[in-house]
């Protein structure tokens, strides 16, 4: 341990300490811009600038080590004088539009500037406008970035893809795609990690909110809305709601009011998924032995990953469709079909906390229902907060409203999909009753819950050993493949999200800058399944409804044709 003095208080923190850390431990505000504990601690904004006694220049706080006996002061006129010049330079060359920006209000380069009192900028560079593929699912203003490096470092060391890197030379040094490749020809598995790390407006996602809004203000049209599982531990944090506030059934009130017609659950063909994955996986099993892993494909980042890191893996991907796709399929075949509605006439709207799924919609062979996508358009959480802001809605004014029939009705085994392991966890619970034709305890599997990277387990189905592996993060995904692909690691099973801590954690979720709270979302979803009446998917009855009405059994001729996908398509 090492006792240090910062601001007249001592506090003694372990060796190797950050002078940064040491000051939060000692409760010492110090502002930050490119500093991300454990990813980016290399000093470069300039703005953690601390004075040590005994150096003469002022120490970035967050790349230098606390030592025993050193003296630290955090605001000297000095530290106070330095901190406003380093941001007024990196003003001078940003793009200070912020009424026109994502992350106004919610940008921390906003947020120091301010704290700072700058009020004017003594200078200012002339910024050339770079060209970026608009109609690509992520967006980079590269007159927004500050040269962080933070997308560099997620992208690489987090999720093992390297899309961003340092271009040009000298002064011209400058983040951009590596090698200066057009974004849609490279791997980014648009995970969107890169933007929920992102400290300013420099990575956004393509706003599609102005189709929704569209879609809803005609009349010849019917919308229909799937919640994804992971949005429910999310959408009211940037709206002053808590956890407990904001349920499904209040973001339903919400989305009535802005004149959606129906608002059903993706957790519904969650539980879908889970029969016909669970069915696939026990065929498998029984057909093919040997042939294994199979992989989960609901997450299309990890499945834009698999395609473009490990071809060799794709044959051992799922052939289910993701749940959203499942939902848009069943919504403009059995739900027209039971409604009377011309499928053509319907727009139907995921609300996801992913970016992949603004791709995953256009891929042309998700049109099975009608020929028409089966789902018209993929929103982020954070554009569903924008449109119930532009929509003028108070969520705080309405009462909640029931989801509508027959799509609406979920088990906890579907909303547990939203946090790492839970896919797994639903796919084991309905298996083992499929394979043993008896229900195991709904919390027999899990064991591959948690916050670990790379998690295994080994059940036994009625009689059939199944070895499963858990991974979220495409770095840790990247390392269990290779255990797998040089023989160190066998599977049968393998859940891989690519978002840290699943969905939850996903890259269209609401930003917290420099904060990690996917574990805090999961245990509100693990919280929701365990006091759910039915926590095993094919419990759910109109899951049941639907097999007898339409699909017959899971891996039927029609449920192969709406349900499952060629990945090479
Ligand atoms: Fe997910 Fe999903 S759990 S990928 O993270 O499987 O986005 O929430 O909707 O589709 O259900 C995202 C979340 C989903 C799908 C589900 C799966
Ligand atoms: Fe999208 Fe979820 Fe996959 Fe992240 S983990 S890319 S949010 S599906």
């Given amino acids: 341990m090492v006792t240090l003095t910062i601001d007249g208080r001592e506090v003694t923190v372990p060796e190797h300490t950050s002078i940064l850390e040491a000051c939060r431990t000692a409760g010492v505000k110090v502002p930050t811009l490119c500093y991300l504990k454990g990813l980016n601690e290399i000093g470069a904004c300039r703005v953690c600038l601390v004075e040590v006694e005994g150096i003469d220049q002022l120490v970035a706080s967050c790349n230098n080590e606390a030592l025993d006996g050193m003296v630290v002061k955090t605001t000297s006129p000095r530290v106070r004088q330095a901190r406003k010049a380093n941001v007024e330079f990196l003003l001078s060359r940003h793009d200070t539009a912020c009424t026109s920006c994502v992350r106004s209000g919610n940008c921390s380069l906003q947020t120091v500037a301010n704290d700072l009192g700058v009020t004017s900028l003594p200078y200012k560079v002339d910024l050339t406008h770079r060209e970026w593929d608009m109609d690509f699912p992520l967006i980079r203003d590269a007159d927004k ?81 799937q919640i994804a599982p992971a949005v429910r531990a999310a959408w ?101 079909e039971q409604a009377g509605i011309d499928p053509h006439k319907i727009f139907s709207v995921e609300i996801m906390p992913c970016l992949a799924k603004k791709s995953e919609v256009d891929i042309p062979a998700m049109s099975d229902a009608c020929g028409d996508p089966d789902v018209d358009v993929s929103l982020t959480v954070r554009e569903l907060d924008r449109m119930i802001k532009a929509g003028m809605v108070v969520p705080q004014q309405l009462e909640e409203v029931e ?46 819950r948690g916050q670990d990277g790379w998690k295994e387990a080994a059940f036994d189905l009625g009689g059939t050993p199944v070895r499963v592996a858990v991974a979220h993060g495409l770095g840790n995904a990247e390392k269990l493949i290779q255990a797998v692909n040089n023989g160190d690691a066998t599977y049968d099973f393998i859940e891989v999200m ?10 269209g979720q609401p930003i917290h800058d420099g904060e990690e709270r996917a574990e805090e979302r999961g245990e509100v979803l693990w919280e929701l399944d365990r006091e759910m009446p039915l926590r095993r998917s094919h419990e759910n009855p109109q899951i049941k409804a639907v097999y007898d009405e339409f699909f017959g059994e899971p891996l039927s001729e029609k449920a192969e044709e709406l349900l499952h996908t060629d990945h090479h398509a």
């Fill in 145 to 225: 970035c500050i040269h962080c490096l933070r997308c560099i470092q997620v992208c690489d060391r987090m999720q093992n893809t390297g899309v961003w890197d340092l271009i040009n030379r000298s002064s011209h040094t400058a983040v951009g795609v590596t090698g200066g490749a057009p974004i849609s020809e490279t791997d980014c598995a648009l995970c969107g990690q890169c933007i929920t790390h992102c400290p300013v407006g420099a990575l956004r996602e393509r706003d599609d909110t102005e189709r929704v809004f569209d879609a809803i203000a005609d009349p010849d049209t019917t919308v229909v809305v």
């Fill in 403 to 448: 989801l509508d029939d027959p799509l609406g009705t979920y088990t906890g085994a579907g909303v547990i999909f939203g946090a790492t392991g839970g896919v797994m966890e639903a796919a084991l619970r309905t298996a083992h009753a499929i394979a043993t034709g008896r229900e195991a305890d709904a919390d027999a599997f899990k064991d591959v």
């Fill in 236 to 336: 009211g944090e940037p709206l002053g709601l808590s956890h407990d506030e904001a349920t499904v059934e209040l973001l339903a009130a919400c989305l009535k009011q802005l004149g959606v017609d129906y608002v059903f659950d993706t957790s519904f063909s969650a539980d879908l998924t889970i029969m016909e994955e669970g069915s696939e996986l026990l065929r498998n099993v029984a057909e093919h032995p040997g042939e294994l892993p199979m992989f989960t494909s609901c997450c299309p980042g990890w499945v834009r990953y698999c395609k473009a890191h490990h071809p060799e893996m794709v044959d051992h991907l799922s052939t289910s469709k993701s749940p959203g796709q499942m939902f848009g399929a069943v919504t403009k075949s059995y739900f027209a």
């Fill in 498 to 507: 690519a978002c840290p801590g699943g969905c939850v954690g996903g890259g």
